[in-house]
DNA sequence: CGTCCGCTTGACTCAGATCAAACTTGGTGG
DNA sequence: CCACCAAGTTTGATCTGAGTCAAGCGGACG
């Protein structure tokens, strides 16, 4: 079900918009009314925790469906962030549940996307418990890369790559640096390359 | 949708089963047949990391739905385990895939469940982002009370506890006694009481 | 009665966090 | 066109607190 698929079939009830600038779509503890869907660009989910550290909880890229579970809740738990020049499409919740509820083959689809969030999230929880940073960053780097593939590049900067797999940007750029050196891994610039 | 109305909804596609020990009910890379649902006692999910590090993704109490996300996947990706004296439903994936194409509320109602479950999830790993023993054990304690309660005995035991927000045994062991030392909390045998 | 397992405490280690500073790079605006 | 600013990148020095290993206690259960 794509982003756009999803625009036409929801009418009036769907409209796009264009930031220029790193935008806040909704703040934790805001009332509930859209769902979102990034056209083009990134957008991503952020809380904050006790200890004021930001931590980037989920990023969405080009077709990809965004606060999917604010549908089911009262208000967000997270703030929503689009990134400049991202095009984010947003759908009223009222209208998606209504066709969710008149349409089972639609509902199912839908709950398949939410599925592979919780098995992306426990993925990131696993992830998140490994404690050697450069075995952090490889099984990172598997996550994201498809089979076979070999070549990456961050979303955004490195840096958010940091917050997303839980490091500082030191110890991730320091990390690297080793994984270079034992010959795990190659840098060009912004890519990677994987083994050797 | 309580786990015994689902069972009976189901008729032949269900069946309840009881558990004298720790049982595994899957493993991770095995083919999706069931979903199941904890009608008494307790079962979770687990997770190894290459570091061989065991962390718990989720515990299901009483009542709960276990392994939605299977439903929607060819292969578990976690490891499920029911506690010993555990009495476990196992639901057959197909029937209820059917069941959800076919009857838009049930399917809008169980998208809802999921959904609870990516945010807590988030939350989940916005808790692991605790770099302090002490704050991380005060924000799941959070978690985990209603509105207004103010005591709390986990499910099993501490050492589950500790396993399931990312902490090692003896790290909570001494991070609760100084807690209670601060008096943050009080410890009364397997409870403990917030505040004082 | 013995074993298992949760609980508790101690001593030590170490990897990532933290603080600090320099250097790229890209974009803005005068 | 260049000065300037913001943000990412890189490296160094130091610190800290959770992990690890080790050992002892006590209750539950067969």
Partial sequence: ??????????????????????????HRGD???????VVDGQAYLRR???????????????GDLFAEAALFSSSYHCDGIAV????IAWFEKTALLDMMQTDGRFAVAFCRRIAGQVQRLRSNIE???????????????????GEGET????????????????????ALYRALKRLEQAKRLRRDGPVVELGV
């Fill in 48 to 62: 904050t925790t006790i200890e004021g550290a930001e931590i980037v909880v989920h990023r969405a890229l080009g």
């Fill in 127 to 145: 992830l998140r418990a490994i404690r050697s940073a450069e075995d952090r960053i490889m099984a990172a780097l598997s996550l994201r890369l």
């Fill in 1 to 26: 079900m794509p982003v756009m698929d999803l625009a036409a079939r929801l009418g009036g009830a769907a409209r796009i918009e264009t930031f220029k600038a790193d935008t806040v779509l909704f």
């Fill in 31 to 37: 009332v509930t009314r859209h769902m979102f869907g």
């Fill in 84 to 87: 400049a020049g991202a095009r």
């Fill in 151 to 170: 070549r990456y590049e961050p979303a955004g900067s490195w840096k958010g790559f940091a917050a997303e797999i839980g490091l500082t940007h030191e």
